[in-house]
């Protein structure tokens, strides 16, 4: 009893803190996974388009291709916190003064596109090519292909990876902390260091994280049953100028 009641008292002495702390690593986690997913549907888009003839467009595709593969692979084979430090000092070496929050959100967002772009490459390559031919009998081209008819599938088909990445963006912004962005870790850890009452700190920070992951998960299920539509479906038969149910 004593813990809980010294760590509702720090939370009452510091809740503006720890609120402001939670809404800086959701927005993190909202921008990165937006920026995220538009990324991977590029590079997706990128990567499927057909190479038949070998002239100057076809060379300068290959090499842009090589260029979004090499940044999937080195963003997916290095730890986040080594991108952050990479990406703000780098560019302060450079003599570039940036917002330690931008430089988080651009972090997070390439981070996220880098694991985007696999989960809509295998969204793409799930889909039938049966309809990739209909599409191209009516005279479609391969970005009309993708916008009318793919990329909604795919869209659907990766919705619950994609659910999965915002929750991981929630906790992984705690990472971002190695640059001074004051995101809910931070605040936590400055609180307790003021406090001395570490386990206190972080206990109210474990809360706050489970309510925003906790939250995310039960609307985003929710969201995917929205768009399943109905369990179940009935099918009628219309005979004549009578409409009857299927099994009457």
């Not at 290959?62 to 084979?77: A, D, H, P, Q």
């Amino acid at each position: 009893m004593a813990f809980l009641e010294s760590s509702w008292n720090l939370f009452t002495n510091n809740w503006d803190l720890f609120v402001r702390g939670a809404w800086t690593a959701l927005l993190l986690a909202i921008i990165g996974t937006i920026c995220g997913t538009l990324i991977g549907f590029f590079i997706g888009i990128m990567h499927t388009i057909p190479q038949r003839k070998k002239n100057v467009k076809s060379i300068v595709l290959k090499v842009f291709n090589f260029i979004l593969t090499s940044y999937v692979e080195i963003f997916r084979g290095t730890p986040m916190m080594v991108q952050a430090m990479v990406v703000f000092y780098g560019l302060v070496y450079l003599g570039i003064d940036i917002d330690r929050f931008l430089a988080a959100s651009v972090v997070i967002s390439l981070n996220t596109g880098a694991y985007m772009a696999e989960y809509v490459r295998g969204g793409i390559v799930s889909i039938d090519k049966g309809q990739f031919e209909a599409a191209q009998a009516i005279g479609m081209n391969h970005l009309q292909t993708m916008i009318h008819i793919v990329l909604p599938q795919v869209a659907r088909n990766i919705l619950p990876a994609t659910g999965n990445q915002f929750v991981m963006n929630i906790k992984d912004s705690s990472v971002l902390s190695v640059i001074s962005v004051v995101e809910l870790f931070f605040t936590a850890n400055s609180i307790a260091g003021s406090n001395y009452k570490y386990i206190e700190a972080f206990f109210i920070a474990t809360i706050l994280y489970f309510i925003m992951t906790f939250t995310v998960t039960r609307f985003l299920l929710l969201f995917e049953k929205k768009m399943d539509g109905p369990s179940s479906y009935k099918v009628e038969l219309i005979t004549g100028n009578k409409l009857e149910k299927d099994g009457e």
